[in-house]
């Protein structure tokens, strides 16, 4: 989906976060919504995050998703530089399992809203289909891909377990 301008952009923390956060991206492959992958850094690269964030919107971003683990900063300061709406994804850390992420991430004061979702593969997944969601509003094709999707995932649920 190179050639479509991206209407999500996924961003993250460090390398070491792309196991989690291409689970946002397949998610997005699969329901055919055009997106960027990008390594932006609060802490290692600010200007990157800087000029990211604020470019955001008049590049047609509808949607930021962002992935960070530990003292995860990422996603707020993205939120606090722009107003397209920013999808929080907690990456599971070493230390303590992602709860540092998690608390880093849901904990915004009132005034810059970061949507924080679950921590890992999980709230990556949920991260995609909410943006995908909020793009369906407008885009009656999407609506139906995602409706698909919803019902391919009801009719793999048996009625017994085996
Ligand atoms: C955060 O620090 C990143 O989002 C990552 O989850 C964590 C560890 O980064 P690395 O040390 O693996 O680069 O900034």
């Given amino acids: 989906m190179a050639e479509e301008a991206p209407l999500i952009g996924i961003i993250m923390g460090s390398q070491s976060d792309w196991d989690t956060m291409r ?3 397949e998610t997005l492959d699969t329901l055919e ?3 960027e992958t990008r390594i932006v850094s609060a802490h290692r690269t600010p200007d990157r995050l800087y000029d990211y964030a604020k ?3 008049e590049r047609g971003l509808r949607a930021i998703i962002a992935g960070a683990g530990g003292a995860a900063h990422l996603p707020g300061m993205a939120a606090a530089m722009t107003r397209v709406p920013v999808l929080g994804v907690p990456v599971e850390s070493k230390a303590l399992s992602g709860m540092d992420s998690l608390l880093s991430i849901v ?3 009132a005034g810059i809203p970061v949507g924080t979702l679950a921590i890992g593969k999980a709230g990556a997944v949920n991260a995609a289909l909410l943006a995908a969601a909020i793009l369906a509003g407008t885009d ?4 139906g891909r995602l409706d698909a999707w919803r019902r391919e995932q009801t009719d793999k649920v048996a009625e017994r377990p085996q």
């Fill in 140 to 143: 009656a094709a999407l609506a």
């Fill in 55 to 57: 470019s955001a919107a």
């Fill in 107 to 109: 904990q915004m004061p």
């Fill in 33 to 35: 919504v055009p997106h």
């Fill in 23 to 25: 689970h946002a991206a």
